[in-house]
């Protein structure tokens, strides 16, 4: 079949409201770990300032914490995997999966954490109050935007251990940060003056900085950037590929004062593989110019958008320099409801976000172990780092004399988890194919659940961060991550991500959270 077929891409979007929620299950029981197994009491944190009216919420059951239960070792069961995605962003890879059905019911939403409760005053509970939760049931095709419930405080725990002290062995030093980016800031810099002055196809080249370096949730060193350079495009029309949502065609209107990009069209179509191969062989070129600068490119992986290079020394550092196309106009059709932020951020902001520029990278669509070489899929990064960057109701939300929130610091312990996960189990195939990129979109719908700076209190850091990894195992489970962009896509489908490894990180998760995370503590 011809890749170049498409539909055509729908111009205009209204903002959307965000996805009704419905109650979701009970938390699984506590399974013991299936390979293997200081303490820090948490400090107790000032009460941060409010801003705005608050819903006030009542009080909270006492739940006894469940000791983990023995069952036998989880054994492996290999599942043919590929290599990690290079980018966050290369989660949206191959075939996309769609997620179909019904939207669940609406129901209310679940209170905020509200401070000063009985709980909290050492208020002792009667009878009633401290019976044991029921036992978890399993709920099938249950929907993964539904909400987890409202959590807070010692309800949650199981185990003891401190999420301030793992916060505090991840932060940056500004020494380190400060060398990094010299060094980085150095060798960008020599690339895109070169890019600009030269007589190129890629004159018209600006920075971008994106990734998690930059929306400043970095964890443990500042090793690793990823830098888009981004090219303005004017006069192009996008074909949705294969209804993929993800991945589009591009092509150039009329243009009768020609086009320095016509020697990468393939039957009229801009390819994607061959510009950046081009960009690549400029940039590899280019590097053996820089000065007092031991740099490597790493070889091409297949599929992946980036031009990785290695800066050797003084330390290595890891540099993903990403090819964009600027396109100005109205988003794609099919992120139309999309970026559900109206009740978190507010409607003004979604408004504003999508009166942006959006990107397209080199990131071809899989059809089978083939990548169709002239697509182009949608990107969100810049999109990505302005919300984390402006992340509360409140306008001064985390800045130095404004309210104070953890939602960050819960997106740091939840990418940590995976790192470390990974790095325990760095033979196992099953995780592969995790990434922080599922990690940052299941915080995402976490936040768009849970839109009140209230809701995010720093002294409730650990129940947050609990409300966060509950929602993570209930897309595993039912098998549905929605794109925060791109709702039809689901990054859990069977086709980008097998049953078995899904099943295996969900276990190991579990066994984390009902055992006080043993993994934080390993160096």
Same mark, same amino acid.
Not at 78 to 94: I, N, R, T
Not at 136 to 165: C, F, I, K, Q, Y
Not at 255 to 280: E, T
């Given at each position: 079949?011809?890749?170049?077929?498409?539909?055509?891409?729908?111009?205009?979007?209204?903002?959307?409201?965000?996805?009704?929620?419905?109650?979701?299950?009970?938390?699984?029981?506590?399974?013991?770990?299936?390979?293997?197994?200081?303490?820090?009491?948490?400090?107790?944190?000032?009460?941060?300032?409010?801003?705005?009216?608050?819903?006030?919420?009542?009080?909270?059951?006492?739940?006894?914490?469940?000791?983990?239960?023995?069952?036998?070792?989880?054994?492996?069961?290999?599942?043919? !995997?590929?290599?990690?995605?290079?980018?966050?962003?290369?989660?949206?890879?191959?075939?996309?999966?769609?997620?179909?059905?019904?939207?669940?019911?609406? !129901?209310?939403?679940?209170?905020?954490?509200?401070?000063?409760?009985?709980?909290?005053?050492?208020?002792?509970?009667?009878?009633?109050?401290?019976?044991?939760?029921?036992?978890?049931?399993?709920?099938?095709?249950?929907?993964?935007?539904?909400?987890?419930?409202?959590?807070?405080?010692?309800?949650?725990?199981?185990?003891?251990?401190?999420?301030?002290?793992?916060?505090?062995?991840?932060?940056?030093?500004?020494?380190?940060?400060?060398?990094?980016?010299?060094?980085?800031?150095?060798?960008?810099?020599?690339?895109?003056?070169?890019?600009?002055?030269?007589?190129?196809?890629?004159?018209?080249?600006?920075?971008?900085?994106?990734?998690?370096?930059?929306?400043?949730?970095?964890?443990?060193?500042?090793?690793?950037?990823?830098?888009?350079?981004?090219?303005?495009?004017?006069?192009?029309?996008?074909?949705?590929?294969?209804?993929?949502?993800?991945?589009?065609?591009?092509?150039?209107?009329?243009?009768?004062?020609?086009?320095?990009?016509?020697?990468?069209?393939?039957?009229?179509?801009?390819? !994607?593989?061959?510009?950046?191969?081009?960009?690549?062989?400029?940039?590899?070129?280019?590097?053996?110019?820089?000065?007092?600068?031991?740099?490597?490119?790493?070889?091409?992986?297949?599929?992946?958008?980036?031009?990785?290079?290695?800066?050797?020394?003084?330390?290595?550092?890891?540099?993903?320099?990403?090819?964009?196309?600027?396109?100005?106009?109205?988003?794609?059709?099919?992120?139309?409801?999309?970026?559900?932020?109206?009740?978190?951020?507010?409607?003004?902001?979604?408004?504003?976000?999508?009166?942006?520029?959006?990107?397209?990278?080199?990131?071809?669509?899989?059809?089978?172990?083939?990548?169709?070489?002239?697509?182009?899929?949608?990107?969100?990064?810049?999109?990505?780092?302005?919300?984390?960057?402006?992340?509360?109701?409140?306008?001064?939300?985390?800045?130095?004399?404004?309210?104070?929130?953890?939602?960050?610091?819960?997106?740091?312990?939840?990418?940590?988890?995976?790192?470390?996960?990974?790095?325990?189990?760095?033979?196992?195939?099953?995780?592969?194919?995790?990434?922080?990129?599922?990690?940052?979109?299941?915080?995402?719908?976490?936040?768009?659940?849970?839109?009140?700076?209230?809701?995010?209190?720093?002294?409730?850091?650990?129940?947050?961060?609990?409300?966060?990894?509950?929602?993570?195992?209930?897309?595993?489970?039912?098998?549905?991550?929605?794109?925060?962009?791109?709702?039809?896509?689901?990054?859990?489908?069977?086709?980008?991500?097998?049953?078995?490894?899904?099943?295996?990180?969900?276990?190991?998760?579990?066994?984390?959270?009902?055992?006080?995370?043993?993994?934080?503590?390993?160096?």
């Amino acid at each position: 079949m011809d890749p170049r077929r498409g539909k055509a891409t729908r111009t205009g979007s209204k903002p959307g409201a965000a996805a009704p929620q419905v109650s979701a299950p009970s938390a699984k029981g506590a399974p013991t770990n299936p390979s293997e197994s200081r303490v820090v009491p948490e400090a107790a944190r000032p009460k941060a300032p409010r801003c705005g009216a608050t819903r006030s919420s009542g009080s909270q059951r006492k739940k006894s914490a469940q000791g983990p239960q023995k069952r036998p070792p989880v054994r492996a069961r290999g599942a043919g !995997a590929e290599k990690v995605p290079l980018s966050a962003e290369d989660a949206v890879d191959g075939p996309t999966g769609l997620v179909e059905g019904p939207e669940p019911p609406a !129901a209310p939403e679940p209170p905020p954490l509200r401070a000063g409760s009985r709980r909290e005053r050492g208020t002792a509970g009667s009878a009633r109050e401290r019976r044991p939760p029921p036992a978890p049931t399993e709920v099938p095709g249950l929907d993964p935007m539904d909400p987890v419930p409202s959590l807070g405080g010692r309800e949650v725990e199981a185990g003891d251990w401190n999420p301030r002290a793992v916060l505090a062995k991840l932060r940056l030093r500004r020494q380190e940060i400060s060398a990094a980016a010299e060094i980085v800031n150095k060798v960008v810099d020599h690339l895109l003056r070169r890019l600009q002055t030269c007589e190129s196809e890629f004159k018209g080249v600006a920075l971008l900085h994106t990734g998690s370096y930059y929306e400043h949730v970095k964890n443990s060193a500042p090793d690793e950037f990823d830098v888009m350079f981004k090219l303005e495009v004017p006069r192009i029309e996008l074909e949705e590929y294969r209804e993929s949502r993800a991945h589009y065609i591009v092509k150039f209107k009329r243009n009768p004062g020609g086009n320095p990009l016509s020697q990468f069209l393939v039957r009229n179509v801009l390819s !994607a593989s061959q510009m950046l191969l081009k960009f690549r062989k400029i940039i590899k070129e280019e590097i053996k110019n820089i000065e007092d600068a031991d740099i490597v490119v790493e070889r091409k992986k297949r599929g992946s958008p980036a031009v990785t290079l290695v800066i050797r020394k003084p330390k290595e550092i890891s540099v993903d320099v990403i090819l964009a196309l600027e396109a100005k106009g109205s988003w794609p059709a099919s992120t139309q409801n999309g970026l559900p932020i109206v009740d978190w951020l507010g409607a003004k902001v979604r408004t504003s976000l999508r009166l942006q520029p959006f990107y397209l990278v080199p990131k071809n669509a899989k059809e089978g172990n083939n990548f169709i070489e002239e697509t182009w899929r949608l990107s969100f990064s810049h999109t990505e780092k302005e919300i984390l960057r402006n992340h509360g109701q409140c306008k001064t939300c985390c800045e130095d004399k404004g309210v104070k929130c953890c939602r960050k610091d819960c997106l740091k312990l939840m990418k940590y988890l995976l790192e470390q996960l990974k790095k325990k189990f760095g033979d196992r195939k099953e995780l592969n194919k995790f990434c922080s990129y599922h990690m940052k979109t299941a915080f995402f719908h976490v936040c768009t659940q849970n839109p009140l700076d209230s809701q995010w209190q720093p002294k409730e850091l650990k129940a947050c961060f609990i409300r966060c990894v509950k929602y993570f195992l209930q897309c595993l489970k039912t098998e549905v991550l929605k794109h925060y962009f791109i709702p039809e896509v689901n990054l859990f489908s069977q086709d980008t991500i097998d049953k078995i490894s899904k099943e295996f990180l969900s276990k190991q998760i579990e066994y984390e959270e009902n055992n006080g995370f043993p993994v934080f503590k390993e160096v």
